[in-house]
Protein backbone atom coordinates (compact mmCIF):
# COMPACT_ATOMS: atom_id res chain seq x y z
CA UNK A 1 0.00 0.00 0.00
CA UNK A 2 1.60 3.45 -0.91
CA UNK A 3 2.08 5.97 2.15
CA UNK A 4 0.35 8.61 -0.45
CA UNK A 5 -2.24 10.40 1.02
CA UNK A 6 -4.08 13.53 -1.28
CA UNK A 7 -5.54 16.80 -0.06
CA UNK A 8 -9.41 16.89 1.20
CA UNK A 9 -12.13 16.52 0.32
CA UNK A 10 -10.02 13.64 -1.98
CA UNK A 11 -9.24 10.34 0.13
CA UNK A 12 -7.60 7.31 -1.01
CA UNK A 13 -10.38 3.87 0.17
CA UNK A 14 -9.00 1.18 1.37
CA UNK A 15 -10.34 -1.64 0.17
CA UNK A 16 -12.34 -2.01 3.42
CA UNK A 17 -13.89 1.01 3.07
CA UNK A 18 -15.08 0.34 -0.48
CA UNK A 19 -16.45 -2.49 0.68
CA UNK A 20 -18.40 -0.67 3.18
CA UNK A 21 -19.41 2.05 0.77
CA UNK A 22 -20.75 -0.70 -2.07
CA UNK A 23 -24.28 1.25 -1.98
CA UNK A 24 -23.16 4.62 -2.18
CA UNK A 25 -20.56 3.78 -4.84
CA UNK A 26 -23.36 2.24 -6.96
CA UNK A 27 -25.73 5.17 -6.53
CA UNK A 28 -22.73 7.25 -8.08
CA UNK A 29 -22.41 4.73 -10.68
CA UNK A 30 -26.30 4.53 -11.06
CA UNK A 31 -26.75 8.67 -11.27
CA UNK A 32 -24.07 9.10 -13.66
CA UNK A 33 -24.92 6.63 -16.44
CA UNK A 34 -28.48 8.03 -15.89
CA UNK A 35 -26.79 11.31 -16.46
CA UNK A 36 -25.47 10.22 -19.95
CA UNK A 37 -21.79 9.31 -18.92
CA UNK A 38 -20.54 6.74 -21.11
CA UNK A 39 -18.67 4.61 -18.35
CA UNK A 40 -19.19 1.18 -20.16
CA UNK A 41 -22.70 0.85 -18.88
CA UNK A 42 -26.11 0.62 -21.00
CA UNK A 43 -29.23 2.10 -19.77
CA UNK A 44 -31.16 0.85 -17.91
CA UNK A 45 -28.91 0.01 -14.97
CA UNK A 46 -30.16 -1.25 -11.80
CA UNK A 47 -28.94 -0.77 -8.45
CA UNK A 48 -27.68 -4.39 -8.30
CA UNK A 49 -25.65 -4.19 -11.24
CA UNK A 50 -24.09 -0.93 -10.33
CA UNK A 51 -23.33 -2.49 -6.99
CA UNK A 52 -21.79 -5.81 -8.53
CA UNK A 53 -19.51 -3.88 -10.41
CA UNK A 54 -17.86 -2.20 -7.29
CA UNK A 55 -17.67 -5.22 -6.08
CA UNK A 56 -15.80 -7.04 -8.64
CA UNK A 57 -12.99 -3.65 -8.05
CA UNK A 58 -12.57 -5.04 -4.21
CA UNK A 59 -10.00 -7.69 -4.99
CA UNK A 60 -8.31 -5.43 -7.27
CA UNK A 61 -8.03 -2.94 -4.56
CA UNK A 62 -6.76 -5.28 -2.24
CA UNK A 63 -4.15 -6.88 -4.11
CA UNK A 64 -2.62 -3.32 -5.29
CA UNK A 65 -2.98 -3.35 -8.90
CA UNK A 66 -5.70 -0.97 -8.64
CA UNK A 67 -6.57 2.13 -6.30
CA UNK A 68 -9.57 4.16 -5.75
CA UNK A 69 -10.12 8.20 -4.69
CA UNK A 70 -13.01 9.45 -3.26
CA UNK A 71 -14.52 13.13 -3.26
CA UNK A 72 -16.56 13.98 -0.13
CA UNK A 73 -19.11 16.46 0.43
CA UNK A 74 -20.47 16.62 3.86
CA UNK A 75 -19.56 12.99 3.96
CA UNK A 76 -21.05 11.70 0.78
CA UNK A 77 -18.99 10.34 -1.79
CA UNK A 78 -19.57 12.59 -3.94
CA UNK A 79 -17.15 11.76 -6.77
CA UNK A 80 -14.70 9.20 -7.38
CA UNK A 81 -11.65 8.02 -10.16
CA UNK A 82 -9.59 4.64 -10.37
CA UNK A 83 -6.10 3.80 -11.14
CA UNK A 84 -5.03 0.74 -12.67
CA UNK A 85 -1.83 -0.08 -12.87
CA UNK A 86 -0.30 -2.13 -16.08
CA UNK A 87 0.60 -5.72 -14.74
CA UNK A 88 2.67 -6.35 -17.90
CA UNK A 89 6.46 -6.56 -17.02
CA UNK A 90 6.85 -3.74 -19.83
CA UNK A 91 4.21 -1.81 -18.28
CA UNK A 92 6.13 -1.01 -15.04
CA UNK A 93 5.76 2.89 -15.51
CA UNK A 94 2.08 3.22 -16.47
CA UNK A 95 -1.18 3.24 -15.61
CA UNK A 96 -5.03 3.66 -16.47
CA UNK A 97 -7.03 6.55 -15.36
CA UNK A 98 -10.46 4.95 -15.04
CA UNK A 99 -14.15 5.52 -13.63
CA UNK A 100 -13.84 9.41 -13.26
CA UNK A 101 -17.52 10.22 -11.89
CA UNK A 102 -19.07 12.83 -10.26
CA UNK A 103 -22.95 12.90 -8.77
CA UNK A 104 -24.51 15.23 -11.14
CA UNK A 105 -25.80 17.31 -8.01
CA UNK A 106 -21.84 17.92 -6.90
CA UNK A 107 -20.64 18.91 -10.39
CA UNK A 108 -18.94 22.45 -11.40
CA UNK A 109 -17.73 22.04 -8.00
CA UNK A 110 -13.80 21.50 -9.16
CA UNK A 111 -14.43 18.12 -7.81
CA UNK A 112 -13.44 16.46 -11.15
CA UNK A 113 -10.26 18.34 -11.29
CA UNK A 114 -9.23 17.82 -7.42
CA UNK A 115 -9.64 13.92 -8.42
CA UNK A 116 -7.54 14.15 -11.46
CA UNK A 117 -4.53 16.24 -9.34
CA UNK A 118 -4.66 13.69 -6.95
CA UNK A 119 -4.27 10.71 -9.01
CA UNK A 120 -1.23 12.12 -10.54
CA UNK A 121 0.46 12.16 -7.07
CA UNK A 122 -0.72 9.17 -6.53
CA UNK A 123 0.59 7.84 -9.60
CA UNK A 124 3.68 8.99 -9.37
CA UNK A 125 4.44 7.78 -5.88
CA UNK A 126 3.87 4.10 -7.05
CA UNK A 127 6.64 5.36 -10.00
CA UNK A 128 3.96 5.27 -12.47
CA UNK A 129 4.92 8.30 -14.58
CA UNK A 130 2.75 7.56 -18.34
CA UNK A 131 -1.16 7.58 -17.48
CA UNK A 132 -3.71 6.98 -19.92
CA UNK A 133 -7.24 6.77 -19.96
CA UNK A 134 -10.17 7.27 -22.92
CA UNK A 135 -13.68 9.12 -22.70
CA UNK A 136 -16.65 8.65 -24.82
CA UNK A 137 -15.34 11.33 -27.81
CA UNK A 138 -18.19 14.45 -27.64
CA UNK A 139 -18.46 14.05 -23.89
CA UNK A 140 -17.89 16.86 -20.97
CA UNK A 141 -15.00 14.77 -19.44
CA UNK A 142 -13.68 15.43 -22.89
CA UNK A 143 -12.93 19.32 -22.41
CA UNK A 144 -11.76 18.86 -19.23
CA UNK A 145 -9.06 16.21 -20.02
CA UNK A 146 -6.93 18.99 -21.87
CA UNK A 147 -6.70 21.65 -19.20
CA UNK A 148 -5.33 18.73 -17.00
CA UNK A 149 -2.43 18.25 -18.89
CA UNK A 150 -3.53 15.26 -21.04
CA UNK A 151 -2.96 15.38 -24.56
CA UNK A 152 -5.01 13.36 -27.17
CA UNK A 153 -3.44 10.51 -28.73
CA UNK A 154 -6.43 9.68 -31.23
CA UNK A 155 -10.21 9.05 -31.81
CA UNK A 156 -11.35 5.53 -32.36
CA UNK A 157 -14.40 5.16 -34.56
CA UNK A 158 -17.88 3.07 -33.06
CA UNK A 159 -15.35 1.90 -30.15
CA UNK A 160 -18.21 1.50 -27.77
CA UNK A 161 -22.17 1.87 -26.90
CA UNK A 162 -22.70 4.47 -25.37
CA UNK A 163 -25.11 4.82 -21.98
CA UNK A 164 -28.14 4.80 -24.54
CA UNK A 165 -26.97 2.58 -26.45
CA UNK A 166 -25.74 3.80 -29.86
CA UNK A 167 -22.17 3.04 -30.89
CA UNK A 168 -19.90 6.43 -30.27
CA UNK A 169 -16.25 7.39 -30.93
CA UNK A 170 -13.95 7.80 -28.20
CA UNK A 171 -10.58 9.48 -27.79
CA UNK A 172 -7.55 8.45 -25.74
CA UNK A 173 -5.31 10.79 -24.11
CA UNK A 174 -2.07 10.21 -22.20
CA UNK A 175 -0.14 12.56 -19.90
CA UNK A 176 3.75 12.08 -19.03
CA UNK A 177 4.00 13.17 -15.57
CA UNK A 178 7.54 13.75 -15.86
CA UNK A 179 6.77 16.53 -18.36
CA UNK A 180 4.39 18.62 -15.27
Known amino acids: MTGFQPDPPVFLLTSDEARSSIGALGRLLKACVEDGAGIGFILPLGREKAEAFWQRQIAALEDGSAFLMVARENEEIAGVVM ?59 EKLYPTCGYKMSGIIPDYAYGSHGTLAATTVFYKDLRRD
Not at 87 to 111: C, F, I, S, T, W
Open 83 to 141: LSLAPQDNGGHRAEVAKLMVQPNHRRKGLARKLMTAIDGLALSLDRWLLVLDTVTGDRA
